[in-house]
């Protein structure tokens, strides 16, 4: 059982309880309902109330106090890229990284002592 009515306010869209507003009365017979003289004054002044900040159209238009829809805030996942290095293919070092120790140990020793034959032959031929 309702007990009063409650209209809303043409211009504000605020609720109007019953003995307060006024009613506004058009010559075309159309009726508008104001919550107060200040609405009333800027209806006739044809304001528009998507402009006027303290209106519910302004609010809902400008997303003003929604509080309850808490929207999460997204994190940003690094995403890992596997790319060369230096010249040598991601499959080259992904074989190099499954290499034992023992194996990659011995690889770097080969590598230089190649490195110090490559120089003595140099320096050899300078000499000569």
Avoid at 39 to 62: C, D, G, H, V
């Amino acid at each position: 059982m309702e007990l009063y009515r409650l209209e809303i306010c043409s211009f504000s869209g605020y609720k109007i309880y019953p003995s307060k507003g006024k009613v506004y009365v058009r010559s075309d017979s159309r009726t508008f309902r104001f919550l107060n003289g200040k609405a009333e004054s800027y209806f006739l002044q044809r304001l528009s109330p998507r402009k006027i900040r303290w209106t519910q159209i302004y609010r809902r238009l400008n997303k003003k106090g929604v509080t309850e829809q808490v929207v999460k805030k997204r994190t940003r996942r690094t995403v890992k890229a596997e790319r060369a290095v230096g010249g040598s293919s991601w499959d080259e070092i992904r074989a190099k990284r499954a290499e034992k120790p023992e194996v990659r140990a011995a690889a770097r020793q080969a590598a230089i002592e190649k490195s110090k034959e490559k120089a003595k032959a140099k320096g050899a031929a300078k000499k000569v």
